[in-house]
């Protein structure tokens, strides 16, 4: 199986401005972060879960809680395939009353952040939760919509969008990679 | 996903079987200790704990686990079965298979049951206890127990002592301390050894003294009185002077090294008290390891099912 870089969407300074922008947008929806607490969905979405948290704090002062959230058992898909690398969840804060952010790079179907939000509903009754993620590739299969989103990118189900963040890949960058016809 | 359908003997598992099932466990270790310990996982599997013998926390800890995974789990237990009016293993599980479970845990008294099952039935059979076979879940939860203590297991030394010879616990304990690196010492009175030790790849000794200081774990197994044909020693008494674990025994050990049991104990016998609620006993963690262990299992061995083939 072999796929190929179609297009770069975003560059190390996109990513970087997009985020600050999702940390000022989580402040201004909520006024400040006095109520709020971040959970980023494994593995990605937890790194962009601490850059946006260390943002938040630079802006407001004040430091804001955050967890990272193993989806694997919560899938809807066990039956069908297991998850290739199981971690384990932290949610070092009390949900009950709390807004929770969630964190992930990329929104696609939808079913992962279904998955996320019963996740954190098994930790106690957030006051509210919402949704951030750096890529909206569009395709839902749920109703489920993002708060806070990095970039609209119009793709076909056939493509893949990855995103690479200095933390795992060595450079932040959002690709669009499209299968090289070779199959699997 | 775990190289075979089922866990009957630790032959079925590799040694990255074994770290994906400890690792796997991990996380489920850290569900045990939410306020609300339940995942949808298993939703809709039906598993059946078919225990032909007495047990208390391996019935339990396997009820447990498939609870906590929602999947639905029912219990056998034969005195309150068929098996009663004479049905033999081998119709009750045909009957099983009719109602189509997905997993079956079973312990019974003969070597092979298991084996017996998995050919009868099409869903994955645990081991709960074969006999004086294996035990492979219970060698699984003390590997769990063991990284967890003392953080890795290759080139662990684990003096395993006692009742050898009727232990499926031993069983399966020292092919899965070989598979993961770890070097099995099996010590008992030649009453209590089988005849033939050296076939089971462990070091054997009969001074319990001599080995201590070179251990880094120190596993009491119970003397099982009740599958003796005959009083394997002259007295209690007598056992525990010489193969008892005590304080003083305890002190022998290296500082770091921890006492292990699997239950249910007779104190005062393989084990003193003081030993056993002490804080190098990790027994009460042997147990709570027992629940996420199993809980891996059953995740592993029923999830991505459907795909077997295609994968």
Do not use: W
């Not at chain 1, 709390?98 to 952040?113: K, N, S």
């Not at chain 2, 070597?111 to 099952?117: D, I």
């Amino acid at each position: 199986m072999g796929y190929r870089v179609k297009a770069e969407v975003m560059d190390a300074e996109a990513v970087d401005r997009a985020l600050t922008r999702i940390a000022h947008e989580i402040l201004e929806a909520n006024k400040g972060c006095g109520d709020i607490a971040l959970a980023g969905i494994m593995t990605r979405g937890v790194d962009m879960a601490n850059r946006l948290a260390a943002r938040i704090e630079r802006i407001e002062g004040t430091p804001v809680a955050v967890g990272s959230l193993d989806i694997s058992f919560y899938r809807d898909d066990v039956s069908i395939r297991l998850a290739p690398e199981v971690h384990t969840t932290d949610i070092p804060y009390p949900v009950d009353g709390r807004t929770i952010v969630l964190v992930d790079d990329v929104l696609y179907t939808g079913r992962t952040i279904r998955a996320a939000m019963d996740a954190i509903m098994d930790y106690g009754r957030p006051a509210a939760i919402q949704l951030a993620v750096l890529v909206d590739r569009g395709h839902r299969e749920l109703p489920i919509r993002a708060d806070f989103v990095g970039k609209n990118v119009p793709t076909a189900r056939r493509e893949r969008v990855k995103v690479l963040l200095e933390e795992l890949d060595g450079r932040d960058a959002v690709l669009i990679m499209e299968d090289d016809g070779e199959g699997e | 996903m775990l190289t075979s359908k089922h866990i009957m003997t630790m032959d079925d598992l590799s040694a990255d079987d074994i770290t994906l099932i400890l690792d796997t466990a991990e996380s489920f270790a850290e569900v045990n200790q939410r306020r609300i310990k339940k995942l949808p996982t298993l939703r809709g599997r039906t598993i059946v704990n078919l225990f032909f013998e007495p047990s208390t926390r391996t019935r339990m800890s396997f009820e447990i686990a498939s609870k906590r995974l929602s999947a639905d789990g029912v219990n056998f237990t034969a005195s309150s079965s068929a098996t009663v009016k004479g049905e033999t293993l081998r119709d009750t599980a045909k009957t099983l298979a009719a109602m189509s479970c997905d997993l079956v845990v079973v312990r019974h008294k003969y070597a092979g049951a298991p084996q017996m099952l998995a050919e009868v039935m099409d869903c994955s059979i645990v081991n709960g206890g074969d006999g004086v076979h294996e035990h492979p879940t219970q060698a699984l939860l003390d590997l769990y127990t063991m990284r967890q203590a003392l953080g890795r297991l290759e080139g662990l030394r684990v003096g395993i002592v006692g009742d050898i010879c009727h232990s499926r616990v031993a069983g399966s304990l020292v092919p899965a301390l070989r598979k993961v690196g770890a070097t099995p010492v099996i010590i008992a009175p030649p009453t209590l050894m089988p005849a033939r030790p050296d076939v089971l790849g462990a070091e054997v000794a009969y001074d319990l003294d001599e080995v201590l200081p070179s251990l880094d774990v120190a596993y009491l197994l119970r003397v099982q009185f009740e599958r003796a044909t005959r009083m394997p020693f002259p007295s209690n008494r007598e056992y525990a002077m010489l193969y008892g674990m005590n304080l003083a025994r305890m002190e022998r050990l290296p500082s770091h090294a921890v006492v292990m049991h699997p239950g249910p104990m007779n104190r005062g016998v393989e084990i003193s008290a003081d030993v056993a609620d002490s804080t190098r006993s990790l027994i009460l963690g042997q147990v709570e390891s027992g629940v996420a262990v199993r809980m891996a299992v059953m995740y592993l061995l029923l999830g991505g099912a459907d795909s077997g083939a295609a994968a």
